[in-house]
Each structure stands twice: as structure tokens, then as C-alpha cells.
Nanobody, 125 residues
Framework: QVQLVESGGGLVQAGDSLRLSCAAS????????VGWFRQAPGKAREFVAS????????NYADSVKGRFTISRDNAKNTVYLQINSLKPEDTAVYYC??????????????????WGQGTQVTVSS
């Protein structure tokens, strides 16, 4: 079992940066791939980025490539999402998710077994 807690969201202006954190409980977290997803009001949840259990492989949605960076520190049981040059269209609730069955991660939300409660990111223009 893994429990995930996101933090770092907030109200920012366009062009600002944020670093979201996903803190996990559980001694085996280092064996889990992690994904970040987001859901804007009235829209479906969408894939943002994922990272392999050891950090060696990362994947990004085309819409965030070059602005978002996913990383992890397994010694701290934490995965990060650095977001630069924020845009109003980045406004959403951001969720992290973890799964051990797909070591490289996945773009599909249904393939993740564990989810956090989400952190709100609001970008004003």
C-alpha cells in the first residue's frame, strides 16, 4: 500500500513557476512508477508526465514538453513536478499517482492503483 499527498499548488500569475511535490508513505515507494495528471473544470483528467521507478525514464504530454520537469528523490519518498512559464490553461487540480506493475509508468490513468487527493493550481493572466 502507498499513500500519496500532493502539495505546492497555489494561485500564481502567468509566467511564474511552481514546484509540486508528491510525498509517499511506504518503504517500497522506490519500486513504483509515478505519474502526474491534471483535471481542469469541466474537462477530463489528462496525463501530464510520468517517471520510471528509478528516475531513468520520463515521459511528457506534448502540451507540457519544455516547461514541465518530473523528477524523484527516492531517499525522500518524493516525486516533484517543476512547472515553468505557467499559462492560464495550466489551471487545474494536479494529481500524482503510483503503480508498481508498470515500471516505466503509463499515460493511462486507469493503470495507476494509488492516487493522491490533488493540489489546485490556478494561473491568472
Amino acid at each position: 500500500q502507498v499513500q500519496l499527498v500532493e502539495s505546492g499548488g497555489g494561485l500564481v500569475q502567468a509566467g511564474d513557476s511552481l514546484r509540486l511535490s508528491c510525498a509517499a508513505s511506504g518503504r517500497t515507494f522506490s519500486s513504483y512508477a509515478v505519474g502526474w495528471f491534471r483535471q481542469a473544470p469541466g474537462k477530463a483528467r489528462e496525463f501530464v508526465a510520468s517517471i520510471k521507478w528509478n528516475g531513468a525514464i520520463t515521459n511528457y504530454a506534448d502540451s507540457v514538453k519544455g516547461r514541465f520537469t518530473i523528477s524523484r528523490d527516492n531517499a525522500k519518498n518524493t516525486v516533484y513536478l517543476q512547472i515553468n512559464s505557467l499559462k492560464p490553461e495550466d489551471t487545474a487540480v494536479y494529481y500524482c499517482a503510483a503503480d508498481r506493475n508498470r515500471p516505466w509508468g503509463s499515460r493511462n490513468d486507469y493503470e495507476y492503483a494509488y492516487w493522491g487527493q490533488g493540489t489546485q493550481v490556478t494561473v491568472s493572466s
